[in-house]
């Protein structure tokens, strides 16, 4: 059974940096490609990253985030980071990883096994 759980979100100031975690099981990076997505309330879901070890394409990122958002894996620790810097405002939302597409994309219409999510709030 695929599971992801996600932790790291929190309250941080404006200009500052978080690192979240989405530990993963049931599946092998191998298989599948890995994205953190994010929904801001009363907006649609946003791709934000993702990775893949199979893809031409290991990487991709939203045009928001890029420069400020990497996405990294540790293999041995079956864990997909998400590290943030430069955060605003507009970043603050609900983060979700995710699995089970067939090669990088930041398109969540793509994945199959969603996390439950952790809050990330922005303070101005």
């Known amino acids: 059974e695929v599971q992801l759980v996600e932790s790291g979100g929190g309250l941080v100031q404006a200009g500052g940096s978080l690192r979240l975690s989405c530990a993963a099981s049931g599946f092998s990076f191998d298989d599948y490609a890995i994205g953190w997505f994010r929904q801001a309330p009363g907006k649609e879901r946003e791709g934000v990253a993702s990775?893949?070890?199979?893809?031409?394409?290991?990487?991709a990122y939203g045009d928001s985030v890029k420069g400020r958002f990497t996405i990294s894996s540790d293999n041995a620790k079956n864990t997909v980071y998400l590290h943030m810097s430069k955060l605003n405002h507009e970043d603050t939302a609900v983060y979700y990883c995710a699995t089970g597409a067939p090669f990088t994309t930041i398109h969540p219409a793509w994945y199959d096994y969603w996390g439950q999510g952790t809050q990330v709030t922005v303070s101005s």
């Open positions: 990775f893949s070890k199979s893809s031409d394409v290991d990487t």
